[in-house]
């Protein structure tokens, strides 16, 4: 059974960096046809897609977040990780791991489509 | 504000049927069928519940169906049960391999 969890630092002073790891157990992150993603919940709002990675290390992201973010995927550990730059009190939000199921199309277009297994997610609070 | 938009709330009886929409635009929920529903209890990662417009995940129950007409997806739930109160997302690829999520509903069962 696949399992995803989250680790990093569970407050971040403001205009510092946020960064949080996904640990893949159960299957390999190298797997064909499925992208990794991060989304994150501020508290008592909805979800927001903040970006996903392929193994290779194509990434594509949130055009609203996508100056501040960066992806990264380490396949030795079965690891992805997330870089959240300059945040604010408006990133303090629930950010889970997820993997997403992916398709190509005949124009070589790249579908990014449902989240199948998620992490428990991780609560960040960004605080001086 | 959410790229896909959802009603706040809807309610239901124990055994009725409900139905929740989630309105977007031709370049998401209009013009591909990658629709996907995800279901959140409180303190819960998302779980999913329809993916591709209409298919159930293995082992979600069959009163749950998806649907879409035009530019608006339907989540229908059946014979609705105490353990279906929660709150559900909608999810859309949109253009330029991107992804949105609908502001969510919250589904309370009366």
């Known amino acids: 059974q696949l399992q995803l969890q989250e680790s990093g630092p569970g407050l971040v002073k403001p205009s510092e960096t946020l960064s949080l790891t996904c640990t893949v157990s159960?299957?390999?992150?190298?797997?064909?046809?499925?992208?990794w993603g991060w989304i994150r919940q501020p508290p008592g709002k909805g979800l927001e897609w903040i970006g996903s990675i392929y193994y290779s290390g194509s990434t594509y992201y949130n055009p609203s977040l996508k100056s501040r973010v960066t992806i990264s995927v380490d396949t030795s550990k079965n690891q992805f990780s997330l870089k959240l730059s300059s945040v604010t009190a408006a990133d303090t939000a629930v950010y889970y791991c997820?993997?997403?199921?992916?398709?190509?199309?005949?124009?070589?277009?790249?579908?990014?489509?449902?989240?199948?297994?998620w992490g428990q997610g991780t609560l960040v609070t960004v605080s001086s | 504000q959410s790229a896909l938009t959802q009603p706040a709330s809807v309610s239901g009886s124990p055994g009725q049927s409900i139905t929740i929409s989630c309105t977007g635009t031709s370049s998401d929920v209009g013009g591909y069928n990658y629709v996907s529903w995800y279901q959140q209890h409180p303190g819960k990662a998302p779980k999913l519940m329809i993916y591709d417009v209409s298919n159930r995940p293995s082992g979600v129950s069959n009163r749950f169906s998806g649907s879409k007409s035009g530019n608006t997806a339907s989540l229908t739930i059946s014979g609705l049960q105490a353990e279906d109160e929660a709150d559900y997302y909608c999810?859309?690829?949109?253009?330029?391999?991107?992804?949105?999520f609908g502001g969510g509903t919250k589904l309370t069962v009366l």
């Open positions: 999810s859309s690829y949109t253009s330029s391999s991107t992804l949105g």
């Open positions: 159960g299957g390999s992150i190298s797997s064909s046809s499925y992208y």
């Open positions: 997820a993997r997403s199921v992916s398709r190509i199309t005949i124009f070589g277009v790249v579908i990014i489509s449902y989240f199948d297994y």
